[in-house]
């Protein structure tokens, strides 16, 4: 027979997951931002790219979105798989149109993975 039962997780490993969500939260919100209020750099970058500056307001908007979700813990998961999504089409266009700095979009996209791996744990 094995046990089925799961023990709660430690409160350290809960407050963790906690600030891990809310500094995703908040470096996603900050980029949203920048892209929907057109900052230069952001208007520049989109420009290189197929979809251009409507693909700029697509991405900010479901950067908002994704930080939202995961800022609710019922949604959290759901949250950190959405903004998931947005770093893999990130590294994408890094690695194909852009030719710039991988090593931000692998860090968010581990830190989001750890997020959503700590979320489902918690579950």
Do not use: N
């Not at 350290?12 to 969500?21: C, E, M």
């Not at 290189?48 to 979105?65: F, K, M, S």
């Amino acid at each position: 027979m094995t046990d089925t039962t799961q023990t709660a997780p430690p409160a350290w490993l809960k407050i963790a997951g906690w600030t891990l969500q809310g500094l995703l939260a908040l470096a996603f919100l900050a980029a949203a931002a920048m892209k929907l209020t057109g900052q230069p750099k952001m208007v520049a970058e989109f420009a290189d790219l197929p979809l251009g500056q409507t693909l700029r307001y697509i991405t900010g908007a479901i950067e908002v979105t994704g930080a939202a979700l995961l800022l609710w813990p019922r949604t959290a998961l759901l949250g950190a798989a959405t903004l998931l999504c947005v770093d893999v089409g990130a590294l994408g266009a890094q690695i194909v149109f852009l030719h710039g700095d991988l090593i931000h979009v692998c860090v968010l996209g581990g830190l989001l993975a750890l997020s959503a791996w700590m979320t489902r744990r918690a579950g």
